[in-house]
């Protein structure tokens, strides 16, 4: 089983959207309250940086997990990371939703940032069931919510909030027209045909000391429209710099 796709610019060089990654870290901490338990309730339960091609949206991604610059470094984002999954067009089974979830349990089971419980959950008779790929393939949706949601929501809240982080979530989304028409978190019909569709489903279920974190390209406007309660991250090309 391949694991969750990684990023083809890590190690590349960063720069000019240190702003992203402060705002980004103002995010995180606004889910904490002072007395370091999570409040939620005005902030988002996620960003969405948007921008057109080239303009830097998986370089930001990167450089949130494995930082090369002195502001990545000094913004301490990537000990805070709890997964990260990159989309690659060229990849199909980077997109497969059944991919996505199994690789997504693997990284949370082998998280310092999660305790021992969650890895003993899984191992439960019941949750390994869902863990085979013949049953993921089948209902991701149902693995995803045994395997993922249910156990991180049975865990006590850690004393730092963390992220999860996706870039390109409008990879495989592209030719489903009409996936953001008339679908609001939570909602129910088939099983999720993208990535994007599951997080929407089960965006409400998230615990509140996870931020998520994902990309998009501005055009696609489904999916723009999909994750609308998301705070947006704007990022534009400038003639001036290029980050790659």
């Excluded at 501005?218 to 999909?226: E, I, L, S, T």
Aim: aromatic content about 6%.
């Amino acid at each position: 089983m391949r694991g969750s796709s990684p990023s083809l610019l890590r190690g590349r060089w960063f720069h000019c959207r240190e702003w992203a990654l402060e705002k980004l870290k103002k995010c995180l901490e606004a889910r904490n309250s002072p007395n370091g338990t999570q409040s939620s309730a005005s902030t988002p339960p996620g960003i969405l940086v948007t921008g057109g091609p080239g303009t830097g949206k998986t370089a930001f991604c990167t450089e949130v997990v494995w930082p090369q610059s002195e502001a990545g470094r000094a913004a301490e984002l990537a000990p805070r990371c709890l997964a990260w999954h990159y989309c690659q067009q060229e990849d199909a089974g980077s997109v497969e939703v059944w991919r996505f979830v199994l690789a997504l349990v693997e990284q949370l089971r082998e998280s310092p940032l999660l305790p021992p419980s969650y890895s003993h959950m899984l191992a439960s008779p019941s949750l390994a069931a869902t863990l085979e790929p013949l049953h993921c393939q089948r209902d991701p949706d149902d693995t995803f919510k045994r395997a993922v949601l249910e156990p991180l929501l049975s865990l006590a809240s850690p004393a730092q909030s963390v992220c999860i982080v996706i870039d390109s979530l409008d990879s495989g989304c592209s030719g489903l027209v009409g996936v953001g028409t008339g679908m609001t978190p939570g909602s129910v019909t088939n099983q999720s045909s993208s990535i994007a569709e599951l997080l929407l489903r089960h965006l409400q279920l998230l615990p509140s000391w996870i931020l998520l974190v994902c990309s998009a390209r501005r055009q696609n406007k489904a999916v723009c429209k999909m994750f609308s309660e998301l705070l947006f991250i704007c990022v534009v090309y400038s003639s001036m710099f290029k980050c790659i």
